[in-house]
T-cell receptor, first 113, second 110 residues
Framework: NAGVTQTPKFRVLKTGQSMTLLCAQDMNHEYMYWYRQDPGMGLRLIHYSVGEGTTAKGEVPDGYNVSRLKKQNFLLGLESAAPSQTSVYFC????????????FGAGTRLSVL | GQQVMQIPQYQHVQEGEDFTTYCNSSTTLSNIQWYKQRPGGHPVFLIQLVKSGEVKKQKRLTFQFGEAKKNSSLHITATQTTDVGTYFCAGTTSYDKVIFGPGTSLSVIP
C-alpha cells in the first residue's frame, strides 16, 4: 500500500517556467490538500479538494492552480514560476472530513532560480 | 484571522531531559492534532484530541487539550535522540478548517 505518492521529488525551474506536481493516493480518500512549507512558517494551505471534480482556495492560492479530475489524483500547477515559490510542497489526504488525520506524501523540493 | 501559535520555536535539550511544546489558538477548536516531522521527512500523524481537558499518553509522550479547547501541549519525558524533529499542532475550527501551527523544532544532544 503506497499511501500518498508525490512526483517529482526534486525540481529546479527558471523564473517564468511552468510545471505540474502530481499527487496520487490509493486509499480512496475524498479530501486532498496541497501545502507549502517554508522555514519557520509551518504548513500553509494552497488549495484543497473535498471530492472528485471539486477544488477550493486555501490560505496562499495566488500563482497556483489545481485540478482533481480523478478521485485518486490531485495536480498542482505553477503557470509562471517565481523565486518566491521556492519551497517544499506537500500533498495530503484524509478519508472524509477535515477533522480526520492527514496522510502526507514525501514532498517535492522546488527551487526557482 | 484565525491563528495557531506554538512555543518555543526551537528547543535544545540534553538526552534524558524532558521537553514540552505549547500550542495556542485564537479561537475555540473542535479538535487538535499533533504531527511529527523528522529532518528531511514529511509530517506524520501522532494523535488527535477532541474532548475538553482530554489527556492522552503514548509511551513517553503526553498530550493535553485545554479546558477551553483553545490550547494544547505535548510533553516528552526523558528525551531520546529518536525524538529529534519538528512537532506541529493542527487545530480544526468550527468550520472544519485545519490550521497548522509553525512547529517546535527539537534537538537532542547525546
Amino acid at each position: 500500500n503506497a499511501g500518498v505518492t508525490q512526483t517529482p521529488k526534486f525540481r529546479v525551474l527558471k523564473t517564468g517556467q511552468s510545471m505540474t506536481l502530481l499527487c496520487a493516493q490509493d486509499m480512496n480518500h475524498e479530501y486532498m490538500y496541497w501545502y507549502r512549507q517554508d522555514p519557520g512558517m509551518g504548513l500553509r494551505l494552497i488549495h484543497y479538494s473535498v471530492g472528485e471534480g471539486t477544488t477550493a482556495k486555501g490560505e496562499v492560492p495566488d500563482g497556483y492552480n489545481v485540478s482533481r479530475l480523478k478521485k485518486q489524483n490531485f495536480l498542482l500547477g505553477l503557470e509562471s514560476a517565481a523565486p518566491s515559490q521556492t519551497s517544499v510542497y506537500f500533498c495530503a489526504s484524509t478519508p472524509s472530513s477535515g477533522r480526520a488525520e492527514q496522510y502526507f506524501g514525501a514532498g517535492t523540493r522546488l527551487s526557482v532560480l | 484571522g484565525q491563528q495557531v501559535m506554538q512555543i518555543p520555536q526551537y528547543q535544545h535539550v540534553q538526552e534524558g531531559e524532558d521537553f514540552t511544546t505549547y500550542c495556542n489558538s485564537s479561537t475555540t477548536l473542535s479538535n487538535i492534532q499533533w504531527y511529527k516531522q523528522r529532518p528531511g521527512g514529511h509530517p506524520v500523524f501522532l494523535i488527535q484530541l477532541v474532548k475538553s481537558g482530554e489527556v492522552k499518553k503514548q509511551k513517553r509522550l503526553t498530550f493535553q487539550f485545554g479546558e477551553a479547547k483553545k490550547n494544547s501541549s505535548l510533553h516528552i519525558t526523558a528525551t531520546q535522540t529518536t525524538d529529534v524533529g519538528t512537532y506541529f499542532c493542527a487545530g480544526t475550527t468550527s468550520y472544519d478548517k485545519v490550521i497548522f501551527g509553525p512547529g517546535t523544532s527539537l534537538s537532542v544532544i547525546p
